[in-house]
Every structure is written in C-alpha cells, then in structure tokens.
C-alpha cells in the first residue's frame, strides 16, 4: 500500500466550560466568608454565594466543539471494512480493508498515536494472517485484539480466530474446538464475560446469516448457533443481561430501524462454559487451506505476507446439513415509525455504539446532504434523545468513515477526511486517506460513562441493620444517620444552614454583611451533619477544615444556596447517589441546585451526574428551572438543550410554577433564546402547516399505549399510515 507524507494540517481544539473555582471570587453582591478568628462565639458565618455571572458573555467561547485532529506520518487509505480499534493509552490500531482505489485487499497492521498525531505502519511477527476485509477486530483483556472472520480477496468468508498481542506484536492462531460456525464478513462481535459473541453477516453468495454463537475464551471452545435475526454491517452490545442488535441492512436489503434483543441470563445454554468433547457437538477442524492456485505459488499481498497464509473455512456442506437451533434465551424485537428524535437510517452515514445503557447513533455527513446529528436510544425505557445538532459536531466539509470508542464509553474518535480534497503539488490527494480524526468528548453530552452508570458499589448489599433502604452498601447505613440531631445518638457534631425556601424556615438571623452591621438574613433550619465524612467527600470542605477558618471553631457554616439543595447536596455526600426516589431522593429543582454547587465547588463527578440526570429528565414542569440553573453553572449544552425545549414547548412551559419564579433579567434572558425572525403560532395554525408533533397519530383504527406511542404486534395495524407514531413491539 502506498504511503504520503502531507504537510500537517492544523490542529483545531474547541473550548471547554471550565469549572468555577472553589474559592470564588466575592463580587458586590457575594457573600464573603469571616476570617479565621480564634474565638468560638455561637454566630453562624457565610461562604462565598453563588457567582453572579453574565450569561451572555459567559456563553461566547464555552460552547464545547469536538477536537479535530490532522494527522502524519503513514496514513492509511480510506480503507472499507477494515477494523479501526481504541486501545487505550491513546493509540488506535487499524488492520486489513479493501483499498477502493487500487482494488488490493491488505493485512497492514497501521497505529495511530493521538498525542504525536503519527501514523506508523507496524511490524508484526507470529502465525501473521491473511488479506481479509469486513472482519472485527475487538479488544481483549487490555492488550490483545481478537480478530474474527472476514472475506479475502478471492471472495471466500473466513470463520479464524486470531489473535495479536499489543506489546509484542506477535500475532497467534488459538486451537478451537466445538462446531465451527459459518465463515463470514460484515458481521459483529463483542466480548462479554470471557466469551466472543458473533451475530450475523454475510457469507458466500451474498445470503445474509441469521444465526447467532459464542466462543468461550477459557477453553476456546465454539458453541453451537442459534437462530436469531438476519442482519449484517449492524451493531451489537451487551448490556443489562441481554445482548442487543441495532441497524445494519436485512436480508431485504434495507437498513433497518429495529432493535432487537436476546436474554443471557438464566439460560444454561449462554451461561454455561463450554467444554472441548461435550455431546451433541460436531467437531471440526480448526484449520483449513484454501486450494493452491494452479501456479502453485499462494497469493501474497501488497506487503509480501503469504496471503490467507492459515485460514478457517466453514464447509458448505456441515453448514447445509445443521438445521438451526432455537435460541435458549427469549428474543424480542421492537421497530421505531416515528418520533421528533428519531434519527432517520436511511440518510447520511451513521455510526452506531454503546455507552451508559444508552445506544449513541453518530449521524454524520453523507454524499448529498442531510440532517446530521448525535442522538441516544435509552435502553431502559427505549426512548430516543437528540444530544446534539450534527452542526455543533461535524465540520459538512469532513466524511468520516470509522467510529471508535474508549472501553469507558467516555470518548469516541471518528476517522475520515476532507469531502471535496484538492491536489496538491505531488498530485497526492488527501481525500484518499484516513488523514483526520475527530475527537469527541461524550461527557460534554451528559453521558456518565460505562463504569460510572453501571456502578458497581449497586452490587453490595445493604448492611442486616438496614435491609430496606432502596440504597445500597454503606450508602445505604450510612444515611441512616444523616441529618439526626446529637441528642439522639446519632453522632452528629456539625451543623449546616441554608437560605430558606419558604418563611417558615426562619430560624435566627444570620449576619448578611459580617459582625460589624446590623442587616440580618433569614436562615433555614439547621441540619445536623458529621465533620469526617464531610473532610472525606468534600474537598472544599477538607481545605477549609485544614486552614482552620472560623467553622473550624463555630462547628457551624452557612451555605447561600435554597434548603432544599443543600440538604440534597449533603445527602449525596452520605450516600453517593442523587437517583430519584419517592422518599428521599433529590427532585429536579433539588439537582438542578446541585448542579450551581457542584461547578462552586469544583466536583466534577457530581457535575457528570447532575447534568446526565437533568438532561435525561428534562420535561415541562422543570425546563425553566433547568435552563435557569444551567446558565448560572455555565453548562452551555444543557442550557442550550433545555432553552430548546421550553421554545418546542413554549405554550406550556410558561405556566409552570418554574418560569413564574425567574427573575425579570432571566425570563428576557430565555426569549432571546429564539431566533430573532421567530413567531409565536397557534397550534391550529402548526397542524394546518403540518409541523404539530402529536404524541399519537390521530386514528379510530388503535389505542395509545402511554405517552410512548407503543403499538403491540397484536393490534391491527390495518392500512399504512405515514402518520404512524411510537413504535411496533414484537
């Protein structure tokens, strides 16, 4: 394959919202904190407020844009179907693909390094495999790339397993044992517990596979196939027990919009590990070669590796005689007609992966032109979310051509080039080559991540004194304790105030503008907190405790901050959570509170959770809030986002209790959030238009199913409807 060396490109970086430091600077307006004194008098003393910020100015230069990173060194060519893997410590490895411009199929092994932005072209040793494209490639055990299938240039569908070791670059082939499946291309792959699933793809003569397997990677032992739904060049993860299937073409040759899913859990057949020699298993060879051309020399690539040098090969005739097995597991299915949200599959280039119980559909620029976005799929309660306009995300003069993402779900990269290249001196053209990333930070989108969603403290149970919180761990005893005054044995030796949310917290005045003046404030109730969990999970608190300031000696501090969020704030230090809860957990004006305390004091974790949370549950009742609170945290793509859903839902959002309480410099604040040429237009006049988004379609012919739109597969669906809302359920 050849390589160029084009001059470096730019290196564009967007900026950041940046947290507000923990000591904030005290404006006119701000409340200041005493001075340490060594006197231990019974006033309560004041922290610094909440800054006082000007949200326009604050606003111009935060919005966060997406890293677009120009590469060097030996760029690849815009490969189709090679696999293009994350694998930590910033490296990303490409392998194999089909050179659209000289017709070659490869077995390059490329890195890129994302820091020096350096392509380089691997030497790798060991059983070094053939040319292959539309294979996977998926990350094994921190430092491995398991490879799986493929089809080489001769048109044969391969079934190998190799296996290429990061730190040596040595590539091994595995023994396998059990029934080899079909071999195969554009299928996909992931790894779960120790075992390699494969679902689909196509195979010889264009049929596509409907069948679904897994290799045990303890004993490299292949399981028999299961039926399961024809699908190839789709996405696949597990996740919450069940392993999941989204987009991809049908054996009808149409992308598809459904998603499916098959249980793992409590099936002996998924849960079970495979052994070498059980019954019912035929076994196959574990290796095969192609016949030798009549030459009698084998192909060789580019590269002058033997290519397909030690191949797999499922034989037709096995693969004719197995009738398919039915899964152990329940499969079910579920197809999307219509939503605001709902990202149509059928324009521009989509990249499908998964993060925090969330399938994240990247929609990028195609060919011709079309609606570009970042939108989410929750898998817990199967609805669609726009995260953020394509033109926010993608430069329309980019095509990208590879999606990957970090193991934590935090981070994806895109892979591809400028759309229109020109020629330059050496008549190189840039677009022939995987010259560009685009770097995404997908927590700027409110996603948690996969260790933070899944969190794993979930699975400690609760102490046998509190067997009935709906926390759980230490969290769980812990909150037992919180907020209970010392004369019931609670321990508590610290006492915490906040501005109260209503008069009938008034309590005893707390001093407004230090000792010296007469002004008082009113102060809510107090709360009765413990100092050492405190100094352990809040860092402010630690450094003040540590200068020794006067709460230090007052065993008292005042938090200029609503009740309602202080306590909520304080009980997340408790417990480590601010999940919804009848009793006890936060509401949304609670988190949306927390979220201004959170960028106060610096805690980044608790920021991630406040605005995944907010964003997920940004309806009516609290858009004002949220958008409001937002601004005042300088967290532009939430106040972004919740300012465009109170102008979609204008007419309901201004008689809410939420948008009566901004203040008059806040609600011209959320009108210019419009556009300048905008109108307010009756729903009459919107349906005339054709522009109303109903939640149902209006039709005799089916009943709602909650405010989803759900249809169930066993109602009549009589003729087509284009109007057709919510979703079918299979």
């Given at each position: 394959?050849?390589?160029?060396?084009?001059?470096?490109?730019?290196?564009?970086?967007?900026?950041?919202p940046?947290?507000?430091?923990?000591?904030?600077?005290?404006?006119?307006?701000?409340l200041t904190?005493?001075?340490?004194?060594?006197?231990?008098?019974?006033?309560?003393?004041?922290?610094?407020?909440?800054?006082?910020?000007?949200?326009?100015?604050a606003?111009?230069?935060?919005?966060?844009?997406?890293?677009?990173?120009?590469?060097?060194?030996?760029?690849?060519?815009?490969?189709?179907?090679?696999?293009?893997?994350?694998?930590?410590?910033?490296?990303?490895?490409?392998?194999?693909?089909?050179d659209?411009?000289?017709?070659?199929?490869?077995?390059?092994?490329?890195?890129?390094?994302?820091?020096?932005?350096?392509?380089?072209?691997?030497?790798?040793?060991?059983?070094?495999?053939?040319?292959?494209?539309?294979?996977?490639?998926?990350?094994?055990?921190?430092?491995?790339?398991?490879?799986?299938?493929?089809?080489?240039?001769?048109?044969?569908?391969?079934?190998?397993?190799?296996?290429?070791?990061?730190?040596?670059?040595?590539?091994?082939?595995?023994?396998?044992?059990?029934?080899t499946?079909?071999?195969?291309?554009?299928?996909?792959?992931?790894?779960?517990?120790?075992?390699?699933?494969?679902?689909?793809?196509?195979?010889?003569?264009?049929?596509?596979?409907?069948?679904?397997?897994?290799?045990?990677?303890?004993?490299?032992?292949?399981?028999?196939?299961?039926?399961?739904?024809?699908?190839?060049?789709?996405?696949?993860?597990?996740?919450?027990?069940?392993?999941?299937?989204?987009?991809?073409?049908?054996?009808?040759?149409?992308?598809?919009?459904?998603?499916?899913?098959?249980?793992?859990?409590?099936?002996?057949?998924?849960?079970?590990?495979?052994?070498?020699?059980?019954?019912d298993?035929?076994?196959?060879?574990s290796?095969?070669?192609?016949?030798?051309?009549?030459?009698g020399?084998?192909?060789?690539?580019?590269?002058?590796?033997?290519?397909?040098?030690?191949v797999?090969?499922?034989?037709?005739?096995?693969?004719?005689?197995?009738?398919p097995?039915?899964?152990?597991?329940?499969?079910?299915?579920?197809?999307?007609?219509?939503?605001?949200?709902?990202?149509?599959?059928?324009?521009?280039?989509?990249?499908?992966?998964?993060?925090s119980?969330?399938?994240?559909?990247?929609?990028?620029?195609?060919?011709?032109?079309?609606?570009?976005?970042?939108?989410?799929?929750?898998?817990?309660?199967?609805?669609?979310?726009?995260?953020?306009d394509?033109?926010?995300?993608?430069?329309?003069?980019?095509?990208?051509?590879?999606?990957?993402?970090?193991?934590?779900?935090?981070?994806?990269?895109?892979?591809?080039?400028?759309?229109?290249?020109?020629?330059?001196?050496?008549?190189?053209?840039?677009?022939?080559?995987?010259?560009?990333?685009?770097?995404?930070?997908?927590?700027?989108?409110?996603i948690?991540?996969?260790?933070?969603?899944?969190?794993?403290?979930?699975?400690?149970?609760?102490?046998?004194?509190?067997?009935?919180?709906?926390?759980?761990?230490?969290?769980?005893?812990?909150?037992?304790?919180?907020?209970q005054?010392?004369?019931?044995?609670?321990?508590?030796?610290?006492?915490?105030?906040?501005?109260?949310?209503?008069?009938?917290?008034?309590?005893?005045?707390?001093?407004?503008?230090?000792?010296?003046?007469?002004?008082?404030?009113?102060?809510?109730?107090?709360?009765?907190?413990?100092?050492?969990?405190?100094?352990?999970?809040?860092?402010?608190?630690?450094?003040?405790?540590?200068?020794?300031?006067?709460?230090?000696?007052?065993k008292?501090?005042?938090?200029?901050?609503?009740?309602?969020?202080?306590?909520?704030?304080?009980?997340?230090?408790?417990?480590?959570s601010?999940?919804?809860?009848?009793?006890?957990?936060?509401?949304?004006?609670?988190?949306?509170?927390?979220?201004?305390?959170?960028?106060?004091?610096?805690?980044?974790?608790?920021?991630?959770?406040?605005?995944?949370?907010?964003?997920?549950?940004?309806?009516?009742?609290?858009?004002?809030?949220?958008?409001?609170?937002?601004?005042?945290?300088?967290?532009?793509?939430?106040?972004?986002?919740?300012?465009?859903?109170c102008?979609?839902?204008?007419?309901?959002?201004?008689?809410?209790?939420?948008?009566?309480?901004?203040?008059?410099?806040?609600?011209?604040?959320?009108?210019?959030?419009?556009?300048?040429?905008?109108?307010?237009?009756?729903?009459?006049?919107?349906?005339?238009?054709?522009?109303l988004?109903?939640?149902?379609?209006?039709?005799?012919?089916?009943?709602?199913?909650?405010?989803?739109?759900?249809?169930?597969?066993?109602?009549?669906?009589?003729?087509?409807?284009?109007?057709?809302?919510?979703?079918?359920?299979?």
């Open positions: 394959m050849a390589h160029s060396q084009l001059p470096v490109a730019s290196l564009f970086s967007g900026h950041q940046a947290l507000a430091a923990a000591a904030v600077t005290p404006t006119s307006t701000s904190t005493t001075p340490a004194s060594g006197s231990s008098g019974n006033n309560t003393f004041l922290m610094t407020a909440s800054p006082v910020r000007n949200r326009k100015s606003a111009e230069g935060s919005v966060y844009r997406p890293k677009l990173i120009s590469t060097v060194g030996a760029k690849p060519a815009c490969l189709v179907n090679a696999s293009v893997t994350y694998v930590g410590n910033d490296q990303i490895y490409a392998f194999g693909g089909f659209q411009f000289t017709d070659e199929v490869y077995n390059h092994v490329l890195r890129l390094n994302l820091v020096t932005r350096q392509w380089n072209l691997v030497d790798n040793y060991g059983d070094i495999p053939g040319v292959r494209m539309g294979h996977t490639a998926c990350l094994w055990q921190g430092d491995k790339l398991l490879v799986f299938g493929g089809e080489n240039e001769h048109r044969q569908h391969l079934s190998d397993v190799i296996v290429f070791d990061l730190k040596t670059a040595h590539w091994t082939q595995p023994e396998l044992h059990g029934p499946p079909r071999g195969r291309a554009r299928h996909s792959a992931v790894i779960h517990d120790e075992k390699l699933y494969i679902s689909g793809g196509q195979t010889g003569h264009d049929s596509v596979l409907d069948d679904i397997c897994f290799l045990d990677l303890k004993t490299w032992t292949w399981s028999r196939s299961w039926k399961f739904v024809p699908r190839y060049d789709h996405a696949s993860w597990i996740w919450n027990g069940r392993i999941w299937i989204f987009g991809g073409i049908t054996d009808e040759m149409e992308k598809s919009n459904e998603i499916w899913w098959l249980d793992l859990r409590g099936s002996p057949g998924f849960e079970t590990a495979m052994n070498y020699g059980t019954a298993r035929q076994l196959v060879s290796r095969h070669r192609f016949p030798t051309p009549a030459s020399q084998l192909a060789t690539g580019s590269t002058g590796y033997t290519a397909n040098s030690s797999q090969s499922y034989p037709s005739a096995l693969a004719s005689a197995r009738s097995y039915i899964a152990p597991g329940s499969i079910s299915s579920l197809k999307f007609h219509s939503s605001p949200n709902l990202p149509s599959q059928t324009a521009g280039m989509h990249f499908h992966a998964f993060s119980g969330c399938m994240l559909d990247f929609v990028t620029p195609a060919e011709l032109s079309c609606e570009t976005s970042l939108s989410s799929l929750e898998l817990d309660t199967l609805r669609w979310q726009k995260l953020a394509g033109k926010d995300l993608y430069n329309p003069n980019f095509r990208w051509h590879y999606c990957t993402m970090n193991s934590e779900g935090t981070h994806a990269w895109l892979l591809g080039s400028p759309a229109e290249p020109a020629a330059d001196g050496n008549g190189v053209s840039p677009g022939e080559y995987l010259s560009d990333v685009l770097a995404i930070d997908l927590r700027k989108y409110g948690l991540g996969n260790e933070l969603a899944s969190d794993p403290r979930s699975k400690l149970p609760s102490s046998d004194a509190n067997v009935s919180s709906h926390l759980t761990g230490i969290g769980a005893d812990l909150s037992l304790t919180f907020d005054p010392p004369e019931s044995g609670s321990g508590a030796d610290f006492i915490i105030t906040a501005d109260p949310d209503d008069l009938d917290y008034d309590t005893s005045p707390v001093n407004e503008a230090g000792p010296s003046s007469s002004a008082v404030a009113p102060v809510s109730r107090p709360i009765h907190v413990h100092r050492l969990i405190l100094h352990a999970r809040w860092p402010h608190f630690a450094r003040l405790w540590s200068a020794q300031m006067v709460e230090f000696h007052t008292k501090m005042h938090i200029p901050e609503p009740y309602s969020a202080v306590r909520a704030f304080l009980f997340y230090l408790y417990t480590d601010i999940a919804p809860h009848p009793q006890n957990g936060p509401s949304l004006n609670d988190v949306a509170g927390m979220l201004v305390m959170s960028n106060i004091y610096d805690m980044p974790r608790l920021r991630l959770l406040c605005i995944n949370r907010l964003g997920r549950e940004l309806d009516v009742e609290h858009a004002a809030v949220i958008w409001e609170r937002a601004a005042t945290a300088n967290e532009e793509w939430l106040k972004k986002r919740a300012a465009a859903f102008l979609q839902n204008w007419g309901r959002v201004v008689r809410t209790a939420g948008f009566r309480a901004l203040t008059p410099n806040s609600l011209i604040d959320l009108c210019s959030e419009s556009d300048t040429d905008a109108r307010v237009v009756s729903g009459d006049e919107l349906e005339m238009m054709g522009q988004n109903r939640p149902f379609a209006v039709s005799n012919r089916k009943r709602s199913l909650g405010s989803a739109g759900v249809l169930t597969a066993g109602e009549d669906e009589g003729d087509d409807d284009p109007e057709d809302d919510g979703m079918d359920v299979n």
